[in-house]
């Protein structure tokens, strides 16, 4: 390729694409480089188990997208996308039968009606972030700055920084609002009892009022497909099956924003960049792994609490006991038996996502980084658990290991889903410690991966903020 452009990115995940739209918005000229067939990485469908069940891969719910003060921006309706909101966002059953499952309704009164004696503390705890959500979601989805809102940031903070356990149990009183948080929390992946694991109980919870936990019609790929359609109506080029393996077999341009994570970034540049930065990137850690598991069902799950069936995701774990013990043994590198899981059941709302009368669903859970171990059997047990006879409607199953997710998308080191472990010591400082965390020694080299500020999750603002940072050297 001897074209010559003013920025390439390599990679083509959602902070691929955010960054070389953002890039394209500002007039410049931008080719999108992906290594896989498909466009998309942790944002695609495909048909995994048998045809006419269109299944995610990786992500499915996007409250993160929904909500992405850069993705609000973009015209994707006009490029096909269409955001279905499930009748709720969350249910979360406990097992002890009929109609005793935590219903998350965007209604924010509604839920806490169903928490019985800390119906008052969940409101307490949510009304403030929920009445200006949207302000907040612009102050966490970026660098460590000045936020815009400082008093709702720091009254955000001061409860954000706790451990998850800690803060449920003196918070509430019951097990309905402990076991809840516990599995909203739970998505920090890193043991509950570790400071800031509150920070995405809160921002889930806040989202599924706020925004609601929205799913794409047709399957996570429309995202894709929008992102893409409106980066080429401004004129950016992409090619596919490309991976990139060095920087001299790049064509020349003014910048390079790499859609990858630290321990790819050092492969690529070789010695291009800096000693101490290199080893600053040789120090970054890498969290749990997932194991993934897409079953075609012949038809909707046989929940024992009928209200499961409304919310277009399931927590599957428990109580918080149970659930904090699940994720404190992924930590140690064990795999639970009663692992938490995270299912989607999206053919429920969207009825392209399956053949008339069947259904799909989407789950998985955490492992310890690089298990090949086969988690199926556990999954379904746990499913089993709250929807007795579940099993008998499987018609097809595709699963992933860890491992296997690796191979799948080479950003997943080990299974990590979030790019690297987002605790307080990593989160701030993610990839590296730098004025501008985007930016590297290297004035050509950028990142734009979750593995930079706000880290993990289909929003986007990995690489808007890195584009803008690349911006300044294009100009
Ligand atoms: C099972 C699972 C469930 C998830 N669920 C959700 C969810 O419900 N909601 C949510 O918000 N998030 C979810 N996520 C997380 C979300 O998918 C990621 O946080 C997000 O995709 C990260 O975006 P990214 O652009 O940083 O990287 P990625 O999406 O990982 O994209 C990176 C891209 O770079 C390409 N690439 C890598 N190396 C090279 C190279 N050398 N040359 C060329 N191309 C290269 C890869 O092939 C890939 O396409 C989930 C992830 C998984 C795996």
């Given at each position: ?40 990485g ?38 096909g ?10 249910a ?15 209604s ?12 008052g ?88 009022h ?70 600053q ?25 009928s209200?499961?069936?409304l ?26 038996e009663r ?12 009825a ?6 069947k ?5 998985y ?13 556990r ?20 699963t ?23 605790d ?6 993610r ?45």
């Amino acid at each position: 390729m001897t074209r010559q452009y003013d920025a390439i990115v390599i990679g083509s995940g959602p902070n691929g694409l955010a960054a070389a739209i953002t890039l394209a918005q500002a007039g410049c000229s931008v080719l999108v480089i992906e290594g896989k067939e498909t466009i998309g990485g942790g944002l695609r469908s495909a048909e995994l188990t048998l045809p006419g069940f269109i299944h995610d891969p990786c992500s499915a719910v996007h409250p993160l997208g929904m909500g992405s003060p850069f993705f609000r921006g973009l015209p994707l309706e006009r490029f096909g996308l269409r955001w279905i909101q499930p009748a709720a966002p969350l249910a979360h059953p406990l097992g002890s039968g009929e109609a005793d499952a935590v219903l998350v309704e965007r209604s924010l009164d509604a839920t806490a009606a169903r928490l019985g004696v800390d119906a008052g503390r969940y409101r307490l705890l949510m009304e403030p972030l929920v009445e200006n959500w949207a302000g907040l979601l612009g102050d966490l989805l970026g660098p460590l700055s000045v936020p815009r809102h400082p008093l709702l940031y720091a009254r955000f903070g001061a409860t954000a920084i706790l451990p998850a356990t800690g803060l449920a149990r003196s918070l509430f009183k019951a097990e309905r609002a402990r076991a809840l948080f516990a599995g909203l929390a739970s998505h920090s992946i890193m043991p509950l009892e570790r400071p800031l694991s509150a920070a995405f109980g809160l921002t889930l919870g806040l989202l599924a009022h706020g925004v609601g936990w929205p799913i794409p019609e047709g399957g996570s790929q429309r995202v894709t497909d929008a992102l893409v359609g409106y980066f080429q109506s401004l004129g950016g080029d992409l090619v596919t099956g490309w991976m990139v393996k060095g920087l001299n077999e790049l064509p020349k341009a003014s910048a390079y924003l790499f859609d990858i994570t630290p321990r790819q970034l050092l492969q690529i540049t070789g010695d291009r960049l800096p000693a101490g930065y290199q080893r600053q990137l040789s120090r970054f850690r890498y969290g749990p792994g997932v194991f993934k598991v897409d079953l075609a069902l012949d038809g909707p799950i046989p929940w024992a609490d009928s209200n499961c069936a409304l919310a277009g995701t399931v927590h599957l774990g428990g109580t918080l006991d149970e659930i904090a013990a699940g994720e404190r043994a992924v930590w140690r590198g064990e795999h639970p038996e009663r692992p938490f899981v995270l299912l989607a059941q999206q053919s429920l709302f969207d009825a392209s996502r399956a053949p008339a009368g069947k259904h799909t669903v989407w789950a998985y859970c955490h492992v310890p980084n690089g298990s090949p171990v086969d988690m199926t059997d556990r999954i379904e047990a746990q499913i089993e658990r709250f929807a007795p006879g579940f099993r008998e409607h499987i018609l097809a199953r595709h699963t992933r290991s860890a491992v296997q997710l690796e191979q799948y998308n080479p950003n997943y080191i080990g299974g990590d889903i979030n790019a690297g472990v987002q605790d307080l010591r990593q989160q701030f400082t993610r990839p590296a410690i730098r004025p501008v965390p985007y930016t590297t020694p290297d004035p050509q080299i950028f990142l734009c991966s979750s593995s930079t500020p706000p880290g993990g999750g289909v929003h986007g603002m990995c690489g808007y903020h890195a584009a803008q940072a690349a911006l300044r050297r294009v100009r």
